[in-house]
């Protein structure tokens, strides 16, 4: 059973950073497609960004990109989101997720097909 567990979120000021790291409980994470999803107060869930096995392939919502990367260090069994230029509308719970291949429709797809998720980490954008 991958067990996930976030670190990193916060509050900051529109504009700022923040990184946020996944923690996985298990060597096999390597083989894992990892990603990231958000949820806005109100709001459905919904997928931000991923990140294959091997980090040849990632994903980005049009929300992000630009913004936001993706990045992994498998011999540590842990995934990062460096998050740039936040602004209000990326407040939110963010959570790490495993489970569902990194394709280019990764972030359209259904939470109630991701296999694996972490607990959440608090992002709050405001000044």
């Known amino acids: 059973q991958l067990q996930l567990v976030e670190s990193g979120g916060g509050l900051v000021q529109p504009g700022g950073s923040l990184r946020l790291s996944c923690a996985a409980s298990t060597s096999t994470f390597a083989y894992y497609t990892v990603g990231w999803f958000r949820q806005a107060p109100g709001k459905k869930r919904e997928g931000v960004s991923c990140?294959?096995?091997?980090?040849?392939?990632?994903n980005y919502a049009d929300s992000v990109k630009g913004r936001f990367t993706i990045s992994r260090d498998n011999a540590k069994n842990t995934v990062y989101l460096q998050m740039n230029s936040l602004k209000s509308e990326d407040t939110g719970v963010y959570y790490c997720v495993a489970g569902r291949p990194c394709g280019r429709y990764w972030h359209e797809t259904p939470p109630g097909d991701i296999n694996y998720w972490g607990q959440g980490t608090q992002v709050t954008v405001s000044s």
């Open positions: 990140i294959s096995s091997g980090s040849l392939d990632t």
